[in-house]
């Protein structure tokens, strides 16, 4: 397997699967001097873990943290953060329900591909690499760039806008952090919030699960980040987003709505703050040329419903080149919104701080009059 490592100059590399030992994160690129805590990690991992409503699947882990490597009498030292979790909820009893379907391709999993892949050696238990557990790490190692990302005063904050059809209300980034996980869904619309959880109810009475919509907003940015080309900030969003299992569509600033709008509507004008320049209106997301304008960053993505259901639904065994029919009695989250949303969090804040580390090394050899950074000081600075 390929493709386990994030980002160019702050990397983070995870192993581990869902009925494996555990999970592992290291971190490259942790700054020396900084006083990371297994607390300051935990209240990280505590916003994913599972069990904690009737929205969640029952499986029982802790998701406790350890820091491994790194540190020394509490402060980093510039060498390799490892983070560490056990995996403890792995009972016979639920190994032995997916060992039960373990030839059979479960409709909307990654099975069909990792059979073509890896044959029968694929990983059947709990969809190994490809299931949710596998984001614990990546949230692990967000945290650690949440701490590195504070000192520079940037903020990245996620929470649900929309369930099953049901819309929240446009809201601005006070009002989110304000009303941020003061229900079960991380909807801050509160009124709405209770709508989507009385329909998340009757969606689990039918066996059935539901999609939705994310909201990830980044504030403090400066302008600046990210590669006029193939390493945009914003395609690095992208890539760590749409690497998030369950991620279906994405949208920057007003996204798809843009297709029905005139230039003249579209376009953000600039103004002058003092020294600073600024934008009347952000449709564009925080987001010129692929890299960021020093307004807050607006990014939307799509899940899809949970993929394990307990509706019969037609399959294949692989084995015996049949066709099958399948009946889910594994563990599930109702949905997936409130599980996936701070790893979302860890996404962006790894994907800005590895842009900010490659911006501060190039700027350090283009040398260029301070006025030009000073003119793209982020808006809370200002
Ligand atoms: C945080 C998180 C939790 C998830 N929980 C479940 C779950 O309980 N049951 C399930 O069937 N899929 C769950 N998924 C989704 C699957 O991992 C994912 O849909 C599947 O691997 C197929 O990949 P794809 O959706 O990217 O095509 C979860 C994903 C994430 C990110």
């Not at 009972?91 to 409709?107: A, E, G, M, S, T």
């Not at 400066?222 to 760590?240: N, Q, R, Y």
Request: proline fraction near 4%; hydrophobic fraction near 35%; charge should be negative.
């Amino acid at each position: 397997m390929l493709g386990n490592t994030f980002g160019r100059l702050f990397r983070v590399t995870t192993c581990g699967e869902s009925y494996g030992e555990a999970l592992f994160t290291i971190v490259d690129g942790m700054p020396p001097g900084l006083k990371l805590t297994k607390e300051y990690v935990q209240a990280e991992l505590d916003k994913r873990r599972p069990g904690q409503s009737k929205l969640d699947s029952p499986r029982l882990e802790t998701d406790q943290v350890e820091i491994v490597s790194g540190m020394r009498e509490g402060v980093s030292t510039g060498a390799p953060i490892g983070l560490l979790v056990y995996n403890v909820d792995r009972q016979d009893i639920h190994v032995d329900q997916y060992r039960q379907v373990k030839d059979l391709i479960r409709p909307g999993h990654a099975e069909y591909p990792f059979f073509v892949k890896y044959g029968e050696h694929a990983d059947w238990c709990g969809a190994g690499r490809a299931s949710g557990r596998e984001t614990v790490g990546r949230v692990a190692g967000g945290a650690v760039a949440k701490m590195i990302l504070e000192r520079e005063g940037i903020d990245v904050i996620s929470h649900i806008v929309e369930s099953h059809g049901i819309k929240a209300c446009p809201m601005e980034f006070e009002q989110i952090v304000a009303n941020y996980r003061k229900n079960d869904l991380n909807c801050c619309d509160l009124e709405k919030a209770e709508e989507m959880i009385a329909d998340l109810g009757k969606v689990r009475e039918e066996g059935d699960t539901a999609g939705g919509v994310i909201e990830i907003i980044a504030q403090g940015v400066p302008a600046g980040l990210g590669e006029p080309v193939f390493d945009k900030l914003k395609a690095t969003i992208a890539s760590g987003l749409m690497g998030i299992g369950a991620t279906t569509g994405l949208e920057f600033g007003r996204g798809f709505d843009t297709a029905r709008m005139k230039g003249s509507e579209w376009n953000d004008a600039p103004y002058l703050d003092g020294e600073h320049v600024r934008f009347r209106t952000n449709n564009c997301g925080g987001f010129l040329g692929g890299m960021s304008n020093g307004e807050e960053l607006r990014i939307r993505v799509a899940v899809k419903p949970t993929p394990t259901i307990s509706v019969d639904q037609d399959s294949i065994n692989v084995m015996e080149m049949k066709e099958a029919k399948l009946s889910a009695i594994t563990r599930r989250d109702i949905t997936i919104l409130p599980r996936i949303y701070p790893v979302a969090e860890a996404m962006v804040r790894m994907a800005v701080l590895d842009a900010l580390y490659m911006a501060k090394g190039y700027d350090y050899f283009c040398r260029l009059d301070p006025k030009w950074k000073k003119m793209g000081e982020p808006r809370n600075k200002a």
